[in-house]
């Protein structure tokens, strides 16, 4: 059973709109949650995370929103940019010391 | 700085051959280490959490005897797929979590392309 979902496969965003990636987990014991992006061929590349403790973390042009009652939470690229055309992976732990548990990734094709 | 490197980046091989992929923490010490599969078009699976020192803890369903995972130092984590089949072709991921706290994230390796023929 899968613990981290990431329930759009794809997504298509015009440059400069807003990305929005969803990803929902069913551990109430997760408390520390990280979106990785990663293009072809490469490993996973740390994006931002978010503590249990926060509904909101921002990073620049990424922030990630946490809805701990809904156990959803979702990763804001604005705006978006052709190099931001990537699979993005939604991973949750129990600490941050903890394995990490990885989403199917939503792959992110951002058009000029 | 927290840079992790894999070898080889690819490699093909026979049926029944074995094949070692090696993962190393470059400017940091990391007593854990992991080691992630990924299919395509799915997720990253973990395998295995490689501890330096001990033996390694694998995830359910992963054949322990299939691959041997040795973490022989604070930067050194090695794969070693034994007698490969086809069916092991896939992409390995290893990751390294620092062991000062100025962190609280892994660091991914770029991954190694295995293809049995």
């Known amino acids: 059973d899968q613990q981290v979902k990431q329930n759009s496969p794809s997504l298509s965003v015009q440059e400069g709109r807003i990305s929005i990636l969803n990803c929902d987990y069913t551990n109430s014991m997760f408390d520390y949650f990280l979106w990785y992006k990663k293009y072809p061929a490469e490993g996973p590349t740390f994006l931002i995370s978010?503590?249990?403790?926060?509904d909101k973390n921002e990073d620049g042009r990424f922030t990630v929103f946490l809805n701990k009652s809904a156990k959803h939470l979702s990763l804001h690229i604005v705006p978006s940019q052709p190099g931001d055309s990537a699979v993005y992976f939604c991973?949750?732990?129990?600490?941050?010391?903890?394995?990490?548990?990885f989403g199917p990734g939503t792959s992110l094709s951002v058009i000029p | 700085g927290a840079v992790v490197s894999q070898h080889p980046s690819w490699v093909i091989c026979k049926s029944g051959t074995s094949v070692k992929i090696e993962c190393r923490s470059l400017d940091f010490q990391a007593t854990t280490m992991f080691w992630y599969r990924q299919f395509p078009k799915q997720s990253l699976m973990l395998m295995a959490t490689?501890?330096?020192?001990?033996?390694?803890?694998?995830e359910q369903g992963v054949e322990k005897d299939k691959f041997l995972i040795n973490h022989a130092s604070l930067t050194l984590s090695t794969l070693t797929v034994t007698s490969a089949h086809p069916e092991d072709s896939s992409f390995y991921i290893c990751?390294?979590?620092?062991?000062?706290?100025?962190?609280?994230?892994?660091?991914f390796g770029p991954g190694t392309r295995l293809t049995v023929l």
């Open positions: 991973a949750a732990s129990g600490n941050s010391y903890d394995k990490v548990i």
């Open positions: 978010i503590s249990s403790i926060k």
């Open positions: 990751s390294a979590q620092r062991d000062d706290f100025s962190t609280d994230t892994q660091y």
């Open positions: 490689s501890n330096e020192g001990s033996k390694a803890t694998y």
